[in-house]
């Protein structure tokens, strides 16, 4: 099945819809989406290497576009939307103990979110919240999304024929390797902070 998967979104990425798709999870991602880009921008890349700028720019113009989209969610809809969406991540009941500590350290956490599997829609929304610096967040948010996705793309780009033979001759290892990065930045966001 896992096999399957990684055929049709090699398949996708080579699609006229996929960078549609790409700017559509980079942007819900930033936001509320459990789903990292990483999954269609890997295979993108791989299947055009000479598209690389184009697409880390896509997936970074779509992410700060999100993350706009993540602030303003906790900022005036925290009540209704923000607060629910933070509970699906389990970080609610952490709110009031950062909160303070969120406004001098926050764009850090907000940087390190934005490079690492971390979930970076449930910082993106305590900004909001906290109302962090829209500078500082707008700033912190482009350097990190930037840096990851081109740096994903170039390596990706440079040495790609023989990742990609990597990523097919380890898929179920690197799959779980995957999960258990994302799992543990959930598991990070309900018992570490």
């Given at each position: 099945?896992?096999?399957?998967?990684?055929?049709?979104?090699?398949?996708?990425?080579?699609?006229?819809?996929?960078?549609?798709?790409?700017?559509?999870?980079?942007?819900?991602?930033?936001?509320?989406?459990p789903i990292p880009p990483d999954v269609l921008l890997i295979p993108m890349t791989l299947a055009k290497p000479r598209n690389w700028?184009?697409?880390?720019?896509?997936?970074?113009?779509?992410?700060?576009?999100?993350?706009?989209?993540?602030?303003?969610?906790?900022?005036?809809?925290?009540?209704?939307?923000?607060?629910?969406?933070?509970?699906?991540?389990?970080?609610?009941?952490?709110?009031?103990?950062?909160?303070?500590?969120?406004?001098?350290?926050?764009?850090?956490?907000?940087?390190?979110?934005?490079?690492?599997?971390?979930?970076?829609?449930?910082?993106?929304?305590?900004?909001?919240?906290?109302?962090?610096?829209?500078?500082?967040?707008?700033?912190?948010?482009?350097?990190?999304?930037?840096?990851?996705?081109?740096?994903?793309?170039?390596?990706?780009?440079?040495?790609?024929?023989?990742?990609?033979?990597?990523?097919?001759?380890?898929?179920?290892?690197?799959?779980?390797?995957?999960?258990?990065?994302?799992?543990?930045?959930?598991?990070?966001?309900?018992?570490?902070?």
């Amino acid at each position: 099945m896992l096999r399957k998967l990684y055929n049709w979104t090699m398949s996708l990425a080579a699609t006229r819809h996929a960078e549609k798709a790409l700017f559509g999870v980079s942007f819900a991602e930033s936001s509320f989406f459990p789903i990292p880009p990483d999954v269609l921008l890997i295979p993108m890349t791989l299947a055009k290497p000479r598209n690389w700028v184009r697409l880390a720019l896509i997936c970074t113009i779509a992410s700060i576009i999100g993350a706009f989209v993540g602030y303003a969610i906790g900022m005036f809809l925290y009540e209704s939307i923000g607060a629910w969406i933070l509970e699906a991540y389990g970080a609610s009941d952490k709110f009031e103990k950062i909160s303070a500590w969120y406004n001098t350290w926050g764009g850090w956490g907000v940087l390190f979110a934005a490079i690492t599997p971390f979930p970076y829609k449930v910082l993106t929304i305590f900004s909001g919240v906290t109302g962090l610096n829209l500078v500082v967040f707008a700033a912190v948010s482009i350097i990190g999304r930037a840096f990851r996705f081109f740096l994903v793309t170039w390596l990706l780009a440079r040495f790609g024929e023989p990742i990609r033979l990597f990523i097919e001759k380890y898929l179920g290892l690197l799959f779980t390797l995957f999960m258990v990065l994302l799992l543990g930045g959930f598991y990070a966001i309900k018992y570490v902070f």
